[in-house]
Every structure is written in C-alpha cells, then in structure tokens.
C-alpha cells in the first residue's frame, strides 16, 4: 500500500466535511413533499397541488404512472390521480430521483460514469421491491419505500465524486487496478467510505429515517439498530445489482455478502433464483424508469 494512503485521512475527512458545508439543500420540493406524506391531515391533493408548481416534475410524474415500469392498466392523466393509484411512497421516488438527477446530472467520466451509477442505483431499487413484494407482508413493509430506499443506498459515492473528485477517482481506479470492492478501496485510500459519508449526509438533509438507515448500512446491516429488514433488503438487492453486471464499471468487485442476510431475509436458493430470475425479466423497466426521469 502506498504510503499517503489512510496516513492523511482524518485531515481529509474534515476537509471533506467543511466542503459538505456548502451542499446544496435536499431540494424544497422533496422536504415539503415528505412533509405532506407523514401529516395525517394530508390528502392526495395536497400533494398533487405541490407537484404541480413544477411543470417538469409533473410531466415526468404523469409519464412514469403510464408507463411499463408501474403496469397500471388504465390511462392517468393527473398528478393527483398519479398520486392515488400510486400511493405516495412510490411519488416520493420518483420525486426524489428526479430532483438528485438534477442536482447531479449525468457526466460521464472514465472511472466513475455517473450514467452507470443510477443504472446501478436503479436496479437495486428495482430488486429491493421484488425482494419485498414476494417475501415480506407488504402492510408491515411497503416495496415502494424499499424502492425508495435503493434510490439512495450509493448517494455518499456522487457526493465523493462531486466534492472529492480527484480523490475519488484515485480510489476508483485503485478499486480495478486491484480487483477489489470500491467500498474496501475507499476505506484503504481515503479512510472511510460512501456509508460513512451517508450518515453526515443523512443527517444534514434530515433524511427519513428508513431512508437514512439503508444510506448508512446498507453494508452492514448488522449494524442497525431499526429497519433491519429494509436494510438487508437494500444490501442483498445492492449484491443482485452487481451480479447482474450493474456495477459501476464492467468488472466492479461486488461487495461482501453479511453472513446473516439470507437468514434475516429468510430467503433460500430458491428463493434467491426466483428474485434472480423476477430481475432479469423486468430489467428494461429499469431502463424505462432511467430515461423518463433523466
Ligand atoms: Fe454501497
Ligand atoms: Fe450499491
């Protein structure tokens, strides 16, 4: 190992603190919009009346209800009516996704190309809510906000690259040149890793808390102290993304399995190979679901 590595990583830490000073707010619209879901006074038309300031936002919304990717069998033409069928776990993603891709767009760069990481953030969602639709009781965990919660998983990674660009692509690089996990190549080159960046991330954008939770442990699920499940839902979905070859580049070295996740998923093999062989056939929704919302 080279010797500048991990030596100076508490001056970077803090120097990458200080620069987290100045991240942008989690867009208005996302925080209001969350508002709105956890107030029990609020209806869809609530929300629909605050999606509808954004003319983008709305457009892309109405397209997303009609398309494969939710499978909703009659025409929606209103973001309320989206709301509804939807429910708002399910608008919270679409809201939330829409607005980072904005905050940060797709810039492709040969070690870390943006457009693979939301691929990648993309089907782990999408794996997530097949994990949670055919093995969990829906009413105790909702897929959609496993959805949700897959969005995020990886978001410490685009803040490393916006605020530590150069670092980062070291680390990227050191991660293929070395054949192992970009996780383990963060916490050997800078000290720490996307998780533990999530947490100051997590916790200046007052993320909630399911959210949060899968930003911070979502490799170490064990290490949770709520949501457990939802966790090891995102870590497992998170291993089924990079075995699928949706890594962040061809070759990504998947990140260790936590020994205890199939038994808290209570998943078997076969169970494995049926969400296995569910992701296959609905990968190009996960396409779809990209390109209406970039
Ligand atoms: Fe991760
Ligand atoms: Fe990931």
Redesign the pocket.
């Known amino acids: 190992m080279n010797s500048n590595m991990v030596s100076g990583s508490s001056e970077r830490y803090r120097q990458l603190v200080d620069n987290i000073d100045n991240l942008p707010p989690f867009p208005a619209i996302v925080n209001r919009l969350i508002e709105v879901i956890n107030s029990p006074e609020s209806s869809a038309d609530d929300a629909a009346k605050l999606l509808e300031k954004d003319p983008a936002l709305t457009s892309k919304i109405i397209r997303l209800a009609n398309s494969a990717f939710y499978g909703i069998p009659r025409s929606i033409s209103s973001v309320s009516t989206a709301v509804v069928i939807l429910g708002f776990n399910a608008v919270r993603s679409i809201v939330l996704s829409v607005s980072l891709m904005k905050m940060f767009p797709v810039i492709k760069n040969r070690a870390f190309d943006r457009d693979r990481f939301w691929k990648?953030s993309i089907v782990?969602a999408l794996a997530s809510r097949i994990i949670v639709r055919h093995f969990f009781n829906v009413r105790i965990m909702d897929p959609e906000s496993a959805f949700c919660a897959g969005i995020l998983?990886?978001i410490g990674k685009l803040i490393f690259c916006e605020y530590m660009s150069r670092e980062y692509l070291e680390v990227c690089e050191y991660a293929r040149e070395n054949k192992i996990a970009l996780l383990d190549a963060e916490k050997r080159v800078l000290g720490f890793s996307h998780a533990e960046l999530g947490k100051i991330l997590a916790e200046k954008w007052a993320l909630p808390s399911d959210l949060g939770h899968a930003i911070i442990y979502h490799h170490n699920p064990g290490d949770a102290h709520e949501l457990v499940d939802l966790v090891t839902t995102v870590h497992i979905a998170?291993l089924f993304?990079h075995e699928s070859g949706n890594g962040l580049w061809e070759e990504e070295v998947s990140p260790g399995e936590w020994e205890q996740a199939r038994t808290v998923l209570k998943l078997s093999e076969a169970d494995y190979r049926k969400v296995n062989e569910t992701l296959a056939q609905n990968m190009e929704k996960s396409s779809e679901f990209f390109s209406i919302i970039k």
Do not use: G
Request: aromatic letters at 0%; proline letters at 0%; glycine letters at 0%.
């Open positions: 990648h782990t998983h990886d998170d993304a």
